[in-house]
């Protein structure tokens, strides 16, 4: 990965964990509870939402050592005693984020289109920069710049999504799984809380998340290639 792509995948992580939080604090106001609202973090500006962290440190990491770009930022507050049905709500707040994600990549993957349609040219130069057929054309081309952008946003935004839709405490599939959850397994379940981060990074050295994302890379390279 070239220094321009390295900068275009950081960028477009930034603006998709902007629209993660934001969709979080906005789905909490429409539930009852303005407290992200009325922070400021129903915002599209990302300085409300960095983490040192995982907005910054991590993705860094990640792109030096060639692995899928991924991170997240400031958790937007939510006081559950001002949702009108806490578990119930909070399941769709919870979803709400990796909802925002997974349409931002498809909103991405038919600006694609739409290019390719615009001009034969770019489903080209995808096609031989994805297979390593070609590097970064000379000089100024909009659409295909423009494209390897959507491209990104498409696959950071996938993997995005899919990672925090894992079902560990803190992540959002947590928050999905236990709005199903009876009230006393929900608590049974809370209690890995403490060791969530932990199990997150285990099996990230194990190669899962690798695992589970492989499908949708492969799923969004056919729909480019189509």
Do not use: C
């Not at 070239?2 to 960028?11: A, G, Q, Y």
């Not at 006081?79 to 769709?92: S, Y």
């Not at 390897?148 to 803190?170: K, T």
């Not at 990230?204 to 189509?226: C, D, K, Q, S, T």
């Amino acid at each position: 990965m070239n220094f321009i792509t390295i900068v275009i995948s950081l960028f477009v992580l930034l603006f998709a964990i902007t629209i993660h939080e934001a969709a979080h604090g906005w789905a909490a106001a429409k539930f009852g509870d303005f407290t992200a609202q009325n922070l400021g973090r129903v915002s599209l500006n990302p300085i409300v939402h960095i983490d040192p962290i995982g907005t910054v440190l991590l993705p860094l990491l990640l792109v030096i050592v060639g692995a899928p770009v991924f991170g997240w930022a400031k958790p937007v507050p939510v006081n559950v005693f001002n949702l009108r049905n806490p578990r119930r709500d909070n399941l769709w707040i919870s979803a709400a984020g990796p909802a925002a994600n997974l349409a931002t990549a498809v909103l991405s993957l038919a600006g694609i289109a739409v290019l390719k349609a615009l001009s034969p040219a770019v489903g080209f130069f995808l096609r031989n920069f994805l297979l390593g057929r070609a590097g970064l054309p000379a000089g100024f081309y909009p659409l295909e710049g423009l494209s390897l952008i959507l491209f990104f946003g498409a696959l950071v935004n996938s993997y995005l999504a899919v990672f925090n839709l894992m079902p560990i405490p803190p992540l959002d599939g947590s928050g999905v799984l236990m709005g199903f959850l009876s009230e006393e397994n929900a608590q049974k379940y809370d209690r890995l809380r403490p060791y969530g981060f932990m199990i997150i990074l285990g099996l990230i050295y194990l190669g899962f998340l690798r695992l589970i994302i492989r499908p949708i890379e492969m799923l969004i390279y056919r729909l480019i290639f189509a």
